[in-house]
């Protein structure tokens, strides 16, 4: 566990510069990276509300578990979790704390978010879509193949052009995880 002052400077396009701090204790989980850490901010400093992503447990909303996995890829480190997960995050919070307004758009929270999310991370029309890449992403690829491609088209995985989206996913989590995730965002509201 790490635990102390989280100092950024971050711009975005078009946005305003922002240098700000947090008190921060950051859990690592023992098979990091596989596993992503979780965040907590512990100077009370941001509302512990769903309007500024605070989980139940009051951890940060960092993002969806996909896209978090994704961003993670690039540089599968501490430092690339901080970088590509928490200050953007934190630049959107201070962001809302001195403007009153979120600089990016926001997500639903819970699995109307997370559908949100992995509808543009696949670029995907649908729910049922997204669901069948899921079920694909969690099975072998030579399985997946065999199977109707989610993206509508009537031809197998393997025939598809939307297979290389599917393998490029296949290099941020393994079979399990999928499985696992889908199982645990069949049971969220």
């Known amino acids: 566990m790490l635990q102390g002052n989280f ?17 921060l204790e950051i859990k690592i989980p023992f098979n990091f990276p596989r596993e992503l850490p979780s965040v907590t901010e512990i100077a009370m400093r941001i ?35 901080a970088n590509e997960c928490l200050v953007p995050y934190l630049y959107g919070i201070s962001h809302k704390i001195i403007y009153r307004r979120f600089p990016f758009g926001e997500l639903d929270h819970g699995k109307p978010g997370v559908i949100a999310d992995y509808l543009d ?19 072998k690829k030579r399985q997946a193949n065999k199977q109707a491609c989610p993206c509508g088209c009537g031809e ?22 999928f499985r696992s995730h889908l199982s645990k965002m069949g049971t969220d509201k």
Request: hydrophobic share 40%; proline share 5%.
């Open 121 to 139: 991370l696949f670029g995907l029309k649908t729910e049922e879509q997204v669901k069948q890449a899921l079920i694909l992403l969690g099975m």
């Open 156 to 177: 197998r995985l393997r025939a598809c052009k939307f297979h290389n989206k599917i393998n490029k996913f296949r290099e941020v989590a393994d079979r399990s995880w």
């Open 7 to 23: 100092q950024f400077t971050a711009i975005s396009p078009g946005m305003p510069q922002i240098a700000d701090s947090y008190e």
């Open 47 to 81: 509302p512990r509300d769903s309007d500024h992503h605070i989980n139940h447990d009051g951890t940060l909303c960092l993002g969806s578990p996909l896209r978090l996995r994704w961003k993670m890829a690039r540089n599968p480190s501490l430092i690339g979790f």
